[in-house]
Structure formats: C-alpha cells, structure tokens
Nanobody
Framework: QVQLVESGGGLVQPGGSLRLSCVSSGFTFSSSTMFWYRQAPGKEREWVAWISFTGGRKDYADSVKGRFIISRDNAKNTVYLQMNMLKPEDTAVYYC???????WGQGTQVTVSS
C-alpha cells in the first residue's frame, strides 16, 4: 500500500523559506519519479515540480522556477521541496505524488503572509 506523508509546512513571511519533506513507503522509491503538487483555496490542484528516480533530471512550473528546488534521498525514501523567496500566491496545501499510482498524502499547509 502506497503511503506518502508530507511535512514541513507552516506560516512564513513573504521572502522567507521553508523545506517540505515527503516520506514514502509501499513501493520502490529508488525506481520512481516523484512529483510535488499544490492546491490553493478555491483552485485546481497544480503541478509544481518533478524529479527523476536518480535525481538527475528535474523540472519546475514556471511560477516557481528559480525559487524552488526539488531533491531526493533514495536511502531515506524521501523527496524534498526547498522553497525560497516565498510569495503570498504560494499559499496552498502541498502534496507529493509518485508516478504510476493514484494515491495522495494528507498534504502540508503552507501559508505565506505578513
């Protein structure tokens, strides 16, 4: 059974940083492409970033490119999202997802506000 547990969210001022983590189990993490998504209030869930199973390839949504960094530690079955220069429009619940499975974790709330 696929399990994804996100953590690291919180309240941060504009311009601040947060690091999200997603601990995974129930599948072969080291062979899996991983994604981060987010859902803001009243909006559709949107893709934020993805990382290949080796970590050698990454891509980002234009809205976060240059500010967010996705990474992974295959020894810890964990994918990370380093979020810098946060803006109020980054406020959302952030979710990780594994390629090929429909499961979602509970998400972690990120609120950017002064």
């Amino acid at each position: 059974q696929v399990q994804l547990v996100e953590s690291g969210g919180g309240l941060v001022q504009p311009g601040g940083s947060l690091r999200l983590s997603c601990v995974s189990s129930g599948f072969t993490f080291s062979s899996s492409t991983m994604f981060w998504y987010r859902q803001a209030p009243g909006k559709e869930r949107e893709w934020v970033a993805w990382i290949s199973f080796t970590g050698g390839r990454k891509d980002y949504a234009d809205s976060v490119k240059g500010r967010f960094i996705i990474s992974r530690d295959n020894a810890k079955n964990t994918v990370y999202l380093q979020m810098n220069m946060l803006k109020p429009e980054d406020t959302a619940v952030y979710y990780c997802k594994v390629s090929g499975f429909g499961s979602w974790g509970q998400g972690t709330q990120v609120t950017v506000s002064s």
